[in-house]
T-cell receptor, first 113, second 115 residues
Framework: GDSVTQMEGPVTLSEEAFLTINCTYT??????LFWYVQYPGEGLQLLLK?????DKGSNKGFEATYRKETTSFHLEKGSVQVSDSAVYFC????????????FGAGTRLAVHP | GAGVSQSPSNKVTEKGKDVELRCDPI?????LYWYRQSLGQGLEFLIY????????KSGLPSDRFSAERTGGSVSTLTIQRTQQEDSAVYLC?????????????FGQGTRLTVV
């Protein structure tokens, strides 16, 4: 079945460092791809998405590009802030299906001043 | 407007008791989902409601779990004869429709502890 694999955390960075969180997926056809974020004490919220190959999703300085050839959707940010500390979840919704999210295990990011 | 609301926020119950968890979706959202977040299993899909269609119950882990959605709005997830492995955070989400590229809005969850 469809699945998502993302790098294990925690990831610890200093403020203004470059961030990459790797995400790869296994799915048939063309799934839609998402990054959700869970800030401390808050609910999951959508960070960005991409619905077809080569699409780039972006929001709040974060970016991810839908790479069909490598089945990847890596999350990047050029300069992280302390306020970016959170748990990040890569997810997909299967091709031909409805909005049933399949999540990766989550990656905890801690940014220090 | 209000987001997805879940109650209670925390629930401690004794093994073997039944529990009910409530979800109020965003008004007008036709699609509603339940997920479970646990240390060992990550985020798992449980059940999906879309309008008046039959729900997709394929993620429910056992027949002790059931859910209903009344009037196309409020949903209740019921766990009968709770077990310690049911301890988790139960998340509800809603979206404006069931299309697979549509943003899902999540509640803050109900943390269930079975002792």
């Amino acid at each position: 079945g469809d699945s998502v694999t993302q790098m294990e955390g925690p990831v610890t960075l200093s403020e203004e460092a470059f961030l990459t969180i790797n995400c790869t997926y296994t799915a048939t056809g063309y799934p839609s791809l998402f990054w959700y974020v869970q800030y401390p004490g808050e609910g999951l919220q959508l960070l960005l998405k991409a619905t077809k190959a080569d699409d780039k999703g972006s929001n709040k300085g974060f970016e991810a590009t839908y790479r069909k050839e490598t089945t990847s959707f890596h999350l990047e940010k050029g300069s992280v802030q302390v306020s970016d500390s959170a748990v990040y979840f890569c997810a997909l919704t299967p091709s031909g299906g409805y909005n049933k999210l399949i999540f990766g295990a989550g990656t905890r990011l801690a940014v220090h001043p | 407007g209000a987001g997805v609301s879940q109650s209670p926020s925390n629930k401690v119950t004794e093994k073997g008791k039944d529990v009910e968890l409530r979800c109020d979706p965003i008004s007008g959202h036709t699609a509603l989902y339940w997920y479970r977040q646990s240390l060992g299993q990550g985020l798992e899909f449980l059940i999906y409601f879309q309008g008046n269609s039959a729900p997709d119950k394929s993620g429910l882990p056992s027949d002790r779990f059931s859910a209903e959605r009344t009037g196309g709005s409020v949903s209740t997830l019921t766990i009968q004869r709770t077990q310690q492995e049911d301890s988790a955070v139960y998340l509800c989400a809603s979206s404006s429709n069931g299309e697979r590229y549509t943003e899902a809005f999540f509640g803050q969850g109900t943390r269930l502890t079975v002792v």
